[in-house]
């Protein structure tokens, strides 16, 4: 018998019981879609608040209290690519990524940032319910964007800081 066939029957079985069963294996990378908050579209502003210039995430694994985890290679910085996308592998006892804009020129669209556009802690989205059903992070920016997700998919807003909001920011040490 193969194992493909074998774990069928045994879902068939458990089903029949009552219970819930998947034959799929869990995803191992989540893809992130990082959109300007208001237009739904792909930022165009890059790490140096320029148009066009690379853009990257920072994602930090969490693996529950007491646990230290890396990604491969100590890797926390992601590339996004031009339509918004970048993948992010699942680890052993990743609980939840914790994003952190990549710039000071953009403001987060979730929570309630300050008058600079931070926030008391980065926005943190749980792995289990990314890889089960897909998270839409929420968007102060833009209450009227009509985004839905998929399994495996984290989709987070960020927009630009305006020009006012550029004149009147802190100055950064």
């Not at 994602?59 to 970048?86: E, L, Q, R």
């Not at 984290?154 to 305006?162: A, D, K, Q, V």
Request: glycine share 10%; hydrophobic share 40%.
């Amino acid at each position: 018998m193969t194992r493909s066939l074998a774990i069928t029957l045994g879902c068939l079985l458990l089903l029949l019981g009552g219970a819930h069963c998947s034959s799929a294996q869990q995803s191992s990378t989540i893809h992130v879609l990082l959109l300007d908050g208001n237009s739904g579209k792909p930022l165009k502003i890059g790490n140096t608040g320029q148009a066009g210039a690379p853009l990257s995430l920072t994602i930090f694994a969490n693996c529950g209290p007491g646990h230290i985890c890396f990604f491969p290679d100590k890797k926390f910085t992601w590339a996004v690519d031009g339509s918004g996308w970048t993948q992010v592998p699942v680890i052993e006892n990743l609980k939840s990524l914790q994003l952190m804009k990549p710039t000071d020129k953009l403001a987060y669209c979730q929570g309630t940032p300050d008058k600079y556009g931070a926030l008391d802690k980065d926005p943190e989205f749980a792995v289990d319910e990314i890889l089960s059903r897909g998270v839409v992070a929420p968007n102060t920016c833009n209450s009227h964007l009509n985004i839905q997700s998929r399994p495996g998919v984290l989709i987070f807003f960020l927009r630009p800081l305006t020009w006012w909001e550029q004149l009147t920011k802190a100055p950064q040490m």
